[in-house]
């Protein structure tokens, strides 16, 4: 099955600086990965994902980096803001029965990001 | 018109007591999870749906069991709950790639 590590488990950034958190996965297969925020006592949303089929994405502050040779891919932001305090969770869904390969949707064990003011 | 919901958001209950938490979606996807997250905040898969069939079992206790009526819904019935069973219990739905998640329910067991 597919195994997803996230590193640093906590990470702490003064608010202007940036903050990257990196995941890693074993199945070469899985060609769908997306990120997560989970603000405290909310539920998690996603908030940027990618394809295989490019190496990076950006939407705003955020933005996020694939490597399939190394079998990483890492969440930047910049320009943190106190709102970004939350914990992150990567994902990387290995091809299952269908095309989707949703059905096992196994993320990593998130990192807790706080920005100091 | 939430995405998906699941009730009840708080639960309190006595060890050895047998409970169920509702999950119902209202998107359309043929795809729906239930996660545990512990104090830790891991989010840990237990069971998903396809389609009303189980698709993955988590290694999780047979004290969990998951039914799905229809493609909508998915509820989760816990047998003689134990003091470990304490965590919050999301439920999500996806069709193709995001997952939504419900709002999450507590689970306390005393």
């Known amino acids: 099955g597919e195994n997803v590590e996230q590193h640093p488990s906590t990470l702490s950034v003064q608010e202007g600086d940036s903050a990257v958190i990196k995941c890693t996965y074993s199945?070469?297969?899985?060609?769908?990965f997306p990120w997560y925020k989970q603000e405290l006592g909310k539920r998690p949303q996603l908030i940027i994902d990618?394809?295989?089929?490019?190496g990076e994405k950006k939407d705003q502050r955020i933005a996020v980096t694939l490597n399939k040779t190394a079998k990483h891919f890492s969440l930047h932001i910049t320009e943190t803001q106190p709102e970004d305090s939350a914990v992150y969770f990567c994902?990387?869904?290995?091809?299952?029965?269908?095309?989707?390969?949703?059905?096992?949707?196994?993320f990593g064990t998130g990192t807790r990001l706080t920005i100091i003011p | 018109d939430t995405a998906v919901s699941q009730t009840p958001k708080y639960l309190v209950t006595q060890m050895g007591n047998d409970k169920s938490i509702k999950c119902e979606q209202n998107?359309?996807?043929?795809?729906m999870y239930w996660y545990k997250q512990d104090s830790k905040k891991f989010l840990k898969i237990m069971f998903s749906?396809?389609?009303?069939?189980?698709?993955i079992n988590e290694t999780v206790p047979n004290r969990f069991s998951p039914k799905s009526p229809d493609k909508a819904h998915l509820n989760l019935h816990i047998n003689s709950l134990e003091l470990g069973d304490s965590a919050v219990y999301f439920c999500?739905?996806?069709?193709?790639?995001?997952?939504?998640f419900g709002q999450g329910t507590r689970l306390t067991v005393v």
């Open positions: 999500a739905s996806s069709h193709t790639s995001e997952a939504f």
């Open positions: 199945d070469s297969a899985s060609n769908y």
């Open positions: 990618i394809r295989s089929n490019v």
């Open positions: 994902a990387a869904p290995p091809r299952g029965i269908s095309n989707f390969g949703n059905e096992k949707l196994t």
């Open positions: 998107l359309g996807h043929d795809t």
């Open positions: 749906y396809n389609n009303k069939e189980l698709i």
